[in-house]
């Protein structure tokens, strides 16, 4: 045969040229058709000692001595020179990246994280999946150029998934290959070079994936079902450990989703609420406007009393039509029939902008006591200490709970609320 890298001819069953040291590829071997035969016993002391006297003797000659040193131990070197590269080509490397992930640890349960890897190395290309463990293990590759990105959410214990980020990292893992066949670490043959242990390597320097934990309540089937695809394909995972964590991320999502509406009803109740306060009290704050303007009907009674009558829009109720604002002699009394809170709280600033105080009205979800249920306010403002127990007395037999008798100079009040 002939080396097709140098053109020295060397044996058909050499593995690599003796003269330049080149690695010989050989054609695969044909299936024997019979068994093959039993191993050969290894020779004897006596046999071997015989055949190192046979070469002592063949060197002793001349000129076998020449091409044994010259050539042959030479071209052996290169051959194990050549196979150690080799080797330091393909060892396996266990590489560590740096992950930051809050709640994700594989140690309780946690699918593995599953890494795209792309990128050269000494067998050509490499487009494979990988899985990494909580603590950044669980790469291995053979020296090469490669880029890692995560291919897909790995599953929490309970449940949680996680955004997958877009960003590349690259990695290099060096093999020294360029291996000088007078080195000592280079054995006499190539069939004394043994193989190379696996190594390790720190890459958290160059490869950092930060992981968050995804809104479950945007989380899809189609991710979910992502992720238990690249779970049940690790090699490490337990059985059926996929199909588990794929219920529990759906029930989480479920649950994050249902808690979501809850809390945007809720949240719309409240604005509602918010809403309709404010409401009432643009109602209040008309109300008074009107109390305070010039907006009166002054005339006389038939009995020739002065009476004003305030002019609020009349609503009928059980108990009369209301709000009504009454002046006679020199005092006032007011009889208010709310439907509402707003206007009892605008009633209740009139008459404090009139002096009689703010205590009177100044009251929180009056409740109602009539038939239609329309809430009643009343404040009666009395000239006399008489007339405010006479007040008194109607709010009693009309079932109308009451604060308190003020007197205001020689007025006197009570205020009552149902």
Same mark, same amino acid.
């Given at each position: 045969m002939i080396c097709p890298s140098c053109g020295h001819e060397i044996d058909d069953d050499a593995a690599f040229c003796t003269e330049c040291g080149a690695r010989i590829d050989q054609p695969a071997a044909p299936e024997p058709d019979e068994p093959a035969p039993a191993k050969k016993r290894p020779l004897s002391v *006596?046999? $071997?000692? *015989?055949? *190192? =006297?046979l070469v002592v003797a063949l060197l002793a000659g001349g000129g076998g001595a020449g091409y044994y040193f010259g050539a042959y131990v030479p071209g052996q070197r290169r051959a194990a020179a050549q196979k150690l590269a080799d080797e330091r080509a393909h060892v396996n490397v266990r590489v560590k990246i740096a992950v930051s992930v809050d709640g994700w640890d594989t140690a309780t349960g946690a699918s593995r994280l !599953? &890494?795209? /890897?792309? =990128? +050269? @190395? *000494?067998? %050509?290309d490499v487009d494979e999946v990988q899985y990494v463990a909580s603590d950044g293990t669980g790469i291995v590759l053979i020296p090469g150029t490669y880029d890692i990105v995560v291919a897909a959410s790995p599953i929490a214990a309970d449940g949680s998934l996680f955004d997958v980020p877009s960003q590349r990292a690259s990695l290099t893992v060096g093999a020294d290959t360029d291996v000088d066949p007078d080195s000592p670490d280079v054995p006499a043959t190539p069939d004394e070079v043994a193989p190379l242990p696996d190594t390790d390597y720190d890459s958290t320097g160059d490869v950092a994936v930060t992981l968050t934990p995804a809104?479950?309540? +945007? /989380?899809?089937?189609d991710q979910i079902a992502e992720a238990k695809r690249y779970a049940s394909q690790d090699p490490q995972a337990a059985a059926g450990s996929a199909d588990q964590l794929a219920s529990s991320a759906t029930a989480k999502r479920d649950d994050a989703v249902a808690q979501k509406k809850t809390a945007e009803e809720e949240a719309a109740r409240k604005k509602a609420a918010e809403e309709a306060a404010a409401k009432k009290q643009q109602a209040m704050g008309d109300l008074v406007s009107r109390a305070l303007s010039t907006n009166y009907d002054d005339g006389t009674r038939s009995d020739g009393i002065d009476s004003t009558s305030f002019k609020f829009d009349r609503k009928q109720t059980s108990n009369g039509a209301g709000p009504f604002l009454d002046h006679r002699? =020199?005092?006032?009394? &007011?009889?208010i029939y709310s439907g509402d809170e707003a206007t009892s709280r605008a009633v209740a600033l009139y008459a404090f $902008?009139? %002096? /009689? %105080? @703010?205590s009177l009205l100044h009251k929180e979800n009056w409740p109602s006591i009539d038939a239609d249920g329309q809430g009643i306010a009343v404040v009666g403002i009395? =000239?006399?200490k008489d007339e405010a127990a006479a007040g008194t007395k109607e709010l009693e037999a009309a079932g109308i709970p009451y604060? $308190? &008798?003020?007197?205001? %100079? !020689?007025? @006197?009040?009570? @205020?009552g609320r149902v």
């Open positions: *006596a046999q $071997k000692a *015989a055949i *190192a =006297g !599953p &890494v795209h /890897v792309t =990128g +050269t @190395s *000494a067998d %050509g809104d479950m309540t +945007t /989380v899809t089937d002699d =020199g005092f006032w009394t &007011v009889k $902008k009139q %002096g /009689v %105080g @703010s009395y =000239g006399s604060d $308190k &008798v003020i007197f205001t %100079g !020689p007025r @006197s009040g009570t @205020s």
